[in-house]
């Protein structure tokens, strides 16, 4: 009886370490957020998609984040595998990240994005849901 207490009381505190180290560490990452400067794309190669990086604690955009992952696929419309190559491209407007890409089929994208913001150890990620237009 002495001893499932004592082994309750450590799975409480372990939890409890768990719970404030995760929260602790992801606090700064969810202070950023990735939004679409326009979410209805055309359709085909060469097309522009523009995001923007802002602090949510300011509403300000954020420069010079280094962005280093990026994917875009079809799971809007079940067709997650269907993904599209995405490149970098330059923006006029600060905090505004631009890449080029081709949305070969018309209806829903999935983007992907990640970076890294400076003075912010965390990854911030972002997922964007896009439409190709005719
Ligand atoms: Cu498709």
Redesign the pocket.
């Known amino acids: 009886m002495k001893q499932t207490t004592f082994d309750a009381r450590t799975a409480l505190l372990a939890g409890a370490v768990l719970f404030s180290t995760a929260t602790a560490s992801y606090a700064g990452a969810k202070d950023y957020e990735f939004q679409a400067v326009q979410t209805d794309i055309k359709q085909g190669p060469g097309t522009v998609v523009s995001v923007r990086l802002v602090d949510k604690r300011t509403g300000k955009a954020v420069p010079d984040a280094v962005i280093f992952t990026t994917r875009m696929d ?1 799971a809007p ?1 079940g ?1 997650e595998t ?1 993904t599209t190559p995405v490149e970098p491209s330059t923006s006029t407007e600060a905090g505004v990240y631009a890449f080029t890409t081709n949305l070969s ?1 018309e ?1 829903g994208w999935r983007f992907q994005i990640a970076a890294k913001v400076q003075g912010e150890p965390e990854t911030v990620q972002g997922e964007l849901v896009l439409k190709a237009m005719p």
């Open positions: 079809m419309e067709m269907m089929m209806g």
